[in-house]
């Protein structure tokens, strides 16, 4: 009998996850929406061919769905799952606890050949506990065409006012272009991923020394009203619902001047056969205000075995293929080599196919090896992550107040009273978890 793999997500996920649980011999996989997930999808046949018995269904979950569910699926013991999408917040502390098994591969897949950065990220007590499908930081995409008729430019690292101004010089609404499309969508990996590190580069941070909410504090109100202000003059409507894939497609129909974002995102918006605007997009650094650090923010989409699976061997197969060097190349050869999934591998940017595909190679790497997520911020802090508190609490923490910001974003309440309210339910996590 041929094997299951099972990709959940979407409203059907109720139901796949019920006949899960009665269909013997089944792997079930949750993952992400994003374009290279559906990459990997074309491709499963590969992967079937080369692994007789096991058939691979794709199923696909947003970001937030999926991780609500897998954070369900592991905390319960639901044994939904037998691999995980999951990320850098995840992986150690999950590891740590005994939720997931520590992945180790043949030579071949040369786990050296990770980039430090995403290896480090996903380890903890030195076993590595998610292998990285696609690796990123955060960097400016932006249109040079119409920088150039506003007759200005982009510095390599623009502070932010030059991003306001360059937003202003690019809006045009009565045609539809925006001049700037960030992220406003609530939740912890979603608004509060890009608004984490905008707060840092103004000097922000989450929790003083002594665990201490600080979301009340100067830097935090400036940030925001920044943002706040930047969105409502220069952004599309319905900013408070934009994530990435909403933005994504806002910037290929050219309806933005600038996006800063994920820079996996390059792979897309310089892709011909996806974006209008694909031979404008020029690339810089992250904006600051005050301060470099965690300007910019460190992540991997990752995949994981949770420790209950039956079928761990199996799983272990399809994470060992879906992540290795001969996957980035069966994507290149198939998809062409500026569809690679980045970030991830040292060999990636070595690979001079690679090279001549992607204009945006030498900012991406730059990125990834700027973010330090043991200084992300200007004042000194208890806790490691650029866009994240890696502390169990934070997932509650970020969620409550991501609702917040995008609640300010539409203009139903004040920045002020976003942040007070954010810091409150803060402060109850922190003293209900026994932090002070």
């Not at 007590?125 to 249109?143: D, H, K, Q, T, V």
């Not at 937003?167 to 991923?193: E, F, H, S």
Request: charged share 15%.
């Amino acid at each position: 009998m041929k094997k299951n793999i099972k990709i959940l997500a979407g409203s059907a996920i109720l139901a796949v996850a019920s006949s899960a649980a009665v269909q013997a011999g089944e792997l079930t996989v949750a993952t992400v929406n994003n374009g290279h997930m559906i990459t990997m999808q074309s491709l499963t046949g590969h992967f079937e061919k080369d692994n007789p018995g096991i058939k691979v269904n794709w199923v696909t979950l947003d970001e937030g769905t999926l991780r609500q569910r897998v954070t369900t699926d592991i905390a319960t013991k639901g044994g939904q799952f037998d691999v995980m999408t999951i990320g850098m917040y995840e992986a150690p502390m999950w590891g740590a606890k005994g939720w997931l098994h520590s992945l180790e591969f043949g030579s071949s897949y040369d786990v050296d050949d990770l980039l430090p950065a995403m290896r480090n990220g996903l380890s903890a007590n030195g076993n590595l506990y998610a292998a990285p499908f696609y690796g990123e930081s955060s960097m400016i995409m932006y249109r040079k065409d119409l920088l150039d008729a506003a007759g200005m430019s982009m510095p390599d690292n623009p502070t932010w006012g030059h991003v306001q101004d360059a937003a202003a010089a690019m809006t045009d609404k009565a045609n539809g272009v925006y001049g700037i499309c960030l992220r406003g969508k609530p939740g912890w990996g979603d608004n509060m991923a890009f608004l984490t590190t905008m707060a840092n580069s103004f000097g922000a941070r989450w929790f003083d020394e002594e665990w201490k909410p600080q979301l009340d504090s100067p830097a935090w109100n400036h940030a925001v009203n920044f943002y706040v202000d930047l969105l409502t003059h220069y952004g599309p409507p319905g900013s408070s619902g934009n994530s990435f894939n909403e933005i994504l497609a806002l910037i290929n129909e050219g309806k933005c001047g600038m996006w800063i974002d994920a820079t996996i995102a390059a792979s897309f918006v310089s892709d011909p056969s996806q974006s209008k605007v694909a031979d404008v997009i020029a690339y810089a650094q992250s904006p600051v205000a005050v301060t470099h650090r965690g300007a910019n923010w460190l992540w991997a989409w990752a995949l994981a075995v949770p420790a209950g699976t039956q079928q761990s061997d199996d799983a272990l197969k399809f994470v060992e293929w879906a992540t290795s060097k001969e996957y980035i190349n069966l994507v290149g050869e198939e998809k062409g080599w500026g569809s690679v999934p980045t970030g991830t591998r040292s060999s990636t940017y070595k690979n001079m196919k690679f090279l001549a595909a992607a204009n945006f190679a030498e900012a991406e790497m730059k990125a990834i090896l700027s973010a330090d997520p043991s200084n992300s911020t200007q004042e000194p802090t208890p806790y490691q992550g650029v866009q994240f508190a890696s502390i169990p609490e934070f997932q509650a923490i970020g969620t409550a107040v991501g609702q917040q910001m995008s609640a300010a974003l539409a203009g139903t309440i004040s920045v002020e009273d976003a942040l007070a309210a954010s810091q409150k339910a803060a402060e109850r996590e922190m003293i209900k978890a026994g932090y002070y």
